[in-house]
């Protein structure tokens, strides 16, 4: 599905495709068949994360032209693949909307927008509650606590996975976003991480409903046992894989990876236990401090 921007530009609008969306995922690495993403127009580091405070520390600045190039690669691997992608138009005062992983989970009971500890994101929320109401998508929205979505993971069917980190998601906005998980039954596991990894989906992503990988050394002990009691393989990874998202990989289902093609080890790895990696150059958002988990919010996924 392509989409011409130049027809929104300058007229606030979000592209609105013509088939009816549903907002429904019931786990991370279930096939993938609709998306939202955002292009990188007004991307610019902002210095709000340890890696983006490093990168311009270095002297990086944005390049328009690559940014734009590496992310129609991205939209171009999706769609190659089937999957079709939902356009929210950029905003100029929102350089990080590209991230849309961040401010709005899909669930089995639709979608939910959510509240990021930064102020300087929750216009992109906004955006997404106008977007959805454009594409007729009921949505749910988090106003007490924080919470943003890279600490979110829909494992499968009965378990929801949260990482708190105290900065970036709180416990009262992980209690307001797990309450209709808990009371289907569902089981929440919390995961503590330190701060400096800013999300959780920088140390652990799921890859298969029974697999992940993460970085081992930097994830809670306690909750590494959690997940493997309940038949969750974790594939170790080193720990400075967290300042280079090497482990921000999205999951397409029926065991295919997209993963940054700077991380050999991931590519490797998962190769040699029978996934389909498809590789991408996202350069200019890694140093950003967003890889291509973050740059992709699921819509909706296929279960088995």
Known sequence: MKVDFGAFEGTGQFYCPPE??????????????DVILCPP???APVPCCTVTRRHIDQGFATSSNEAQRQHAALVATLEGRGIRC??????????????????????????VALNPAMPHRRGEVDALVEACGRWGLPIRRISRGMIEGGDI???REGLLIVGLSGERSSAAGIDEFARPFRAAGWEVLVCPFHADHLHLDTIFCMIDRHEAIGCVDLLDPAFIRAIEERGIAI???PAAFAASLGCNILALGDKRILASSAD??????????DYEVLTLDISQFAACGGGIHCLTQPLRRLGA
């Open 235 to 237: 594939r170790p990874m």
């Open 20 to 33: 009816r969306l549903v907002s429904h995922v019931l786990a991370e690495a279930d096939r993938l068949t």
């Open 264 to 273: 050999d080890l991931v590519v490797t790895t998962l190769r040699a236990a």
């Open 153 to 155: 993971c829909v494992a």
């Open 86 to 111: 939902h356009m929210l138009q950029p905003s100029a005062d929102l350089p990080d909307m590209c991230f849309t992983r961040d401010i709005g989970v899909s669930t089995p009971w639709g979608m």
């Open 41 to 43: 127009d007004h991307l």
